[in-house]
């Protein structure tokens, strides 16, 4: 089964307006983390955010926040006012088993690739 | 503070050659883990290190593949012979912890 889906293969946005990049995941852990990925054309793997499934709060970094609805298994991220630069494949990706256990493994999301319009 | 890096950062090698690739991690870093991208699919995990031991290997595809990391610094990720399927983006990326796992550019693997 999938344990992490994001259903945008691409998208399309005007720069300096915002956007939601989906991400579901399938879990029957009651800790785990949440984690947000860019990649560039150039390759690297940069990381954005992340949320802990104990997070009472959404998490921030600067112009990046993750819609984290526990209920629904959704971690969405947010990028705000984007730039051409947001330009890139973001992957959503999970760590299952909380920061003491010793499993540190990421299951993958199949990634969307974002183009910001001029 | 340097990166992850890895080196290369290309690879082209005819079947049943071998191919060794090795991940510098950033320093302090226990924890080192490899990833594999084949084209079209996911990004699957491969093994996780801490310092010089396996924690985990439950990801590495076949014994066609072995992955050292002595002394606890950099690690290598050997394979022998190689296959067509073996064709990727190999990454490394290196934790403190269970904290982000900073990722290197990747090793980009052509088999013909």
């Known amino acids: 089964a999938q344990k992490i889906t994001q259903t945008q293969p691409g998208m399309f946005v005007q720069e300096k307006e915002a956007v939601t990049l989906d991400c579901t995941y399938d879990?029957?852990?009651?800790?785990?983390?949440l984690f947000w990925y860019k990649q560039p054309s150039s390759g690297e793997m940069i990381f954005l955010i992340y949320q802990g499934s104990y997070d009472e709060q959404n998490a921030t970094e600067g112009r990046y926040s993750l819609n984290f609805q526990k209920a629904r298994k959704s971690a969405n991220l947010v990028i705000s006012a984007s730039q051409l630069g947001d330009s890139a494949m973001y992957f959503c990706a999970m760590r299952e088993g909380g920061s003491g256990d010793s499993n540190y493994q990421l299951i993958w999301g199949a990634g969307t690739k974002l183009i910001i319009k001029p | 503070e340097a990166g992850v890096t890895q080196f290369p950062s290309h690879s082209v090698i005819e079947k049943g050659q071998t191919v060794t690739l090795r991940c510098d991690p950033i320093s302090g870093h226990d924890n080192l883990y490899w990833y594999r991208r084949v084209m079209g699919k996911e990004i699957k995990f491969l093994l996780h290190?801490?310092?010089?031991?396996?924690?985990?290997e439950s990801g590495m595809p076949n014994n066609r593949f072995l992955a050292e990391r002595t002394g606890g610094t950099y690690s290598t990720l050997k394979v022998q012979p190689a296959e067509l399927e073996d064709s990727g983006v190999y990454f490394c990326?290196?934790?403190?912890?269970?904290?982000?796992?900073?990722f290197g550019d990747g090793t980009r693997l052509s088999i013909l």
């Open positions: 879990t029957s852990d009651q800790s785990y983390g």
């Open positions: 290190f801490v310092k010089e031991s396996k924690q985990d």
């Open positions: 990326a290196s934790s403190q912890l269970a904290g982000p796992q900073h």
